[in-house]
């Protein structure tokens, strides 16, 4: 039972560049979240999902895309990266109560 | 207003003192109020959370005392220990509207240091 994991750990890209981050759960959860964290911001949502096929914006969604095809995976999509993206981000996943459970986090530099 | 407040942004403490981290939110509809807590390089994990119709829950050295006439919560951990030593995230979730998803709006963040 893995949890929540993030793939990649690390991404340099150049302003411009495309990338996706994958999020993986095991625990059949049917909500996920994407969050970013950026020093003295805490933790805000990018985008989440109540379920396999659907997708919803949160607080800052500008910039990025999602997609959750099946149950366990939710994609996040940086179609052309700005500095501004430049961040450390976190996935999350929950059963419909209120714990959210964290993967280990992807840190992206965009140059 | 989603806002949750959170302070202080940092915080030093000697080992075996108290540690208190302060949050204040405007949302009533609020209904949930977690902790998470952070080490570095690893993502949050949920310390101890609180509904509102509860003043105080404890859980070992950790307590979140919740004042709803104030619109404030805070974590108080006792006995601080280096191992504590991390960042601490205080939340709060709306109220489930439809397909809100338990969304969590979380505060600024606090790193905590205890000193041996």
């Known amino acids: 039972n893995a949890g929540v994991t993030q793939t990649p750990k690390f991404r340099v890209l150049k302003t411009g560049q495309s990338m996706t981050l994958l999020c993986a759960q095991d625990?059949?959860?049917?909500?996920m979240y994407w969050y970013r964290q950026d020093p003295g911001m805490g933790l805000r949502l990018i985008h989440y999902?109540?379920?396999?096929?659907?997708?919803a914006k949160g607080e800052v969604p500008d910039g990025y895309n999602v997609s959750r095809l099946k149950k366990q995976n939710f994609l996040l999509g940086l179609e052309s990266a700005a500095p501004s993206q430049t961040s450390v981000y976190f996935c999350?996943?929950?059963?419909?109560?209120?714990?959210?459970?964290f993967g280990p986090g992807t840190r992206l530099l965009v140059l | 207003q989603q806002q949750v407040k959170q302070s202080p942004q940092s915080l030093i403490v000697q080992k075996g003192g108290i540690s208190i981290i302060n949050c204040a939110y405007e949302n009533t509809a609020f209904d949930y109020f977690p902790w998470y807590q952070q080490f570095p390089g690893k993502g949050p994990a949920l310390l101890i959370a609180i509904r509102p119709d509860v003043s105080e829950k404890k859980e070992g050295r950790f307590t979140i005392s919740f004042n709803k006439s104030a619109k404030q919560f805070s974590l108080h951990i006792m006995d601080s220990q280096p191992g504590d030593s991390a960042t601490y995230f205080c939340?709060?979730?709306?109220?489930?509207?439809?397909?809100?998803?338990?969304?969590?709006?979380f505060g600024q963040g606090t790193e905590l240091s205890v000193k041996p």
């Open positions: 939340a709060a979730r709306r109220a489930k509207m439809g397909n809100q998803g338990g969304k969590l709006i």
């Open positions: 999902s109540v379920g396999e096929g659907t997708t």
């Open positions: 999350a996943s929950g059963g419909g109560r209120e714990t959210q459970y």
């Open positions: 625990m059949n959860h049917e909500y």
